[in-house]
């Protein structure tokens, strides 16, 4: 089974950066973060296929977030810069074995693999 551990959480001043990284026991093809606000919908934030052929960003991050990997150690990065009040959430980690090639790993595909989470405040 593929386990999904996120860390690099905490609180911001808006304005601020983080970087979140995603260990997995096993590197899938896809990997995602995902974040989820109270009384929001789960928002796809990034994805990254493996080898980092491919990257996907959510208009809401583009140009301030960045997706990366270390295949090597099995993780997956999201450095998060000029964050806002906004950004504040709980971040997921989430892989899938789909190759989504053509989507470059959009979160919106399926993902069945997921992290516990990681706390971001920004304020």
């Known amino acids: 089974d593929v386990q999904l551990v996120e860390s690099g959480g905490g609180s911001v001043q808006p304005g601020g950066t983080l970087r979140l990284a995603c260990t997995q026991s096993?590197?899938?093809?896809?990997a995602a973060w995902f974040r989820q606000a109270p009384g929001k919908e789960r928002e796809g934030v990034a994805g990254i296929s493996a080898g980092g052929g491919g990257t996907y960003y959510a208009d809401s991050v583009k140009g301030r977030f960045t997706i990366s990997e270390d295949n090597a150690k099995s993780m997956v990065y999201l450095q998060m810069d000029s964050l806002k009040p906004e950004d504040t959430a709980t971040y997921f980690c989430a892989a899938t074995g789909m190759r989504y090639v053509s989507t470059r790993c959009d979160p919106r595909n399926e993902y069945n693999y997921w992290g516990q989470g990681t706390q971001v405040t920004v304020s």
């Open positions: 096993i590197r899938k093809y896809c």
